[in-house]
RNA sequence: GCCCCCAUCGUCUAGUGGCCCAGGACGAAGCCCUCUCAAGGCUUAAACCGGGAUUCGAAUUCCCGUGGGGGCACCA
């Protein structure tokens, strides 16, 4: 890899939610930049008015910061090649499309749009190709001139190459080959004033000396267009990769509205948003989503600094990739239990609190150690620890029903169990523990049973962090208290 | 319909002509540990899309099929 500072950019358009395929690319953007000491730039692309969505621009940038992926420059922090938003660089493009007209690789099209759209029409029964017809390719320039002088209405179109071919490197694909005959003249400025993607990007990824295009697959179609766009400057070209997209968990195709809502129901999503609020941590989607389309050969769990360290584009690979939500889990589990303590209370704290539960800190950071391998996300921990900041909990009768046995066979066990405990002079784990394994041996019934009914007595329910740590937490008072309240539960049951 | 891209276990991938009867990870199965649930340890099953060609030798190069994906807008 090159060792010459990298620029590199994110450049979304704000038009819905922040995905993971924006999330990806951003993250190799970063890596890159971080590798090799360059930039990395977040640049908005907002010239199509009628599909930006208010508040999306600020998504991504919420996104980007949850992430980590702090950007070098961008619309909120400035930059020396601003402005990074192209709503506001209007007159750049203006000026490039002039370029391009007075060099003759473009030329003002007074076309109107139903027009174009009855060639296209007919284009298509005829079953060619929908190509625009070239109507104003040939109008003499004067003409033009003068039209455009009289103030009709125009656009700018890419004088497109009729013959020979077009050869784009790609560099996780080679070379790409393309006849310019299948290549259309590409509006350029449309008639609001403002420029397309394809002149937009390419005026904006030289003006900010960008090196490395990282994109989405999809742009595979127009990519012959935008290297011959970068030619008519005479620019010199970037490094373009071409990311493969992200197909839905089965592998046929892209995720759809509909997968994308499955997911949710499952509990996983697509959007940066969700995943940040279902409970994902930014190091186990960094980690997920790095390793669908950059392969390491071993030790993929990483955090962002080795990723740094590893990163390489020569590895990155051109093939789809079908998502898998498991995989997430396992990255973002694996990543939770590398968290210090103190850094797991911080990130758990506002899921208790947003409970309604009044969080004791020395508590929670006592907890840690016993919850932190039982959660896949952060949310778990109302799952295993909720009972830890109540008063009081409300077991489900049933539940306090051993195993084969009945509701007065497990109070006389309660019952047992409440004597043992309350003769102890404390309710450590080390003073409980033998008492009430001997118990367990001279009863005859089995630790599943004994310990079963106290677990549920004290978390009110049956799946728990270990019990014997965990009452030394809740303490002596509490957990009497629980088991009291159990008994009378249970005998409740066969009294009436 | 046309164009482009891709092709190794179910999934993500390692592999750049011999180190590969193909390695890792997720998931699955089994065993161990065990107060529940996890975590952890050990083990097992599981792949080079098909056919040609090049070569002493191909998962690796080339061609043809097939399959999959993406694109064919005054959207990005």
């Known amino acids: 890899m090159s ?38 730039i977040l640049r908005i692309e907002d010239t199509d008015l009628k599909r930006t969505v208010p508040g999306a621009e600020q998504e991504i940038m919420d996104g980007l910061l949850w992430l980590g992926l702090e950007y070098d420059e961008g619309p909120d922090l400035g930059g020396k090649y601003g402005p990074y938003r192209q ?48 109507t104003c390719r040939v109008l003499a320039p004067d003409e033009a001139a003068k039209r455009m002088a009289n103030g009709e209405a125009y656009i700018v179109r890419f004088k497109m190459p009729k013959e020979g071919v077009t050869v784009a490197r790609d560099h ?38 960008i090196t490395h295009v990282l994109r989405g697959s999809e742009w595979l179609g127009t990519f012959p267009l935008h290297v011959n766009i970068v030619r008519a400057f005479g620019w010199e070209e970037p490094i373009w990769i071409h990311l493969s997209v992200f197909l839905k968990p089965s592998g046929k195709g892209k995720m759809s509205k509909r997968e994308t809502a499955a997911a949710i129901k499952d509990g996983y999503s697509i959007f940066i948003k969700d995943m940040q609020e279902l409970g994902f ?51 973002n589990a694996t990543h939770i239990r590398l968290f210090t303590t103190e850094d797991l209370a911080a990130r758990l704290k506002p899921y208790f609190t947003r409970e309604g539960l009044n969080v004791n800190d020395e508590v929670l950071l006592k907890i840690i150690p016993l919850i ?12 295993f620890g909720t009972f830890f900041f109540r008063e009081d909990v ?24 409440y004597q043992i405990l309350a003769e102890q002079p404390d309710i450590s784990h080390e003073r409980c523990e033998s008492p009430l394994r001997a118990y367990v041996e ?55």
């Open 281 to 331: 941590t930014p190091e186990g989607v960094l980690n997920w989503s790095a390793l669908m389309g950059w392969g390491v050969a071993e030790d993929e769990v990483m955090t962002v600094d080795q990723m740094i360290e590893r990163f390489n584009i020569d590895s990155l690979t051109a093939s789809p990739a079908a998502i898998n939500f498991q995989k997430l889990d396992h990255f």
């Open 394 to 417: 409300t077991p489900n009768p049933e539940d306090l029903i051993a195993k084969g046995l009945d509701a007065k066979q497990s109070a006389q066990i309660a019952q047992r169990v």
């Open 442 to 496: 001279e009863s005859g019934f089995n630790v599943n049973q004994v310990f079963g009914i106290l677990r549920v007595a004290i978390t009110g329910q049956k799946v728990s962090p270990p019990l014997f740590e965990s009452m030394e937490i809740i303490g002596r008072e509490k957990c009497l208290q629980r088991i009291k309240n159990a008994i009378e539960i249970l005998e409740k049951m066969f009294n009436k």
């Open 3 to 40: 060792i010459k500072p990298a620029r590199t950019r994110i450049a979304p358009s704000p038009t819905g939610h922040m995905h993971l395929g924006t999330a990806r690319t951003a993250l190799y953007d970063y890596l890159l930049a971080k590798k090799t000491g360059g930039q990395f």
């Open 87 to 134: 709503t506001e660089r209007r007159e750049i493009y203006t000026q490039h499309a002039k370029i391009l007209i007075d060099s003759g690789h473009a030329y003002p099209c007074f076309c109107m749009p139903e027009k174009l759209e009855k060639t296209r029409q007919a284009q298509m029964k005829r079953k060619e190709n929908p190509h625009y017809d070239g």
């Open 172 to 209: 996780l694909r080679g070379d790409i080959i393309t006849e310019n005959k299948q290549l259309n003249d590409y509006v350029l400025l449309k008639s609001d004033g403002l420029p397309t993607y394809h002149l937009a990007a390419i005026v904006d990824d030289h003006e900010m000396q």
């Open 372 to 383: 932190r391998e039982r959660l896949v996300t952060l949310d778990d921990c109302l799952a």
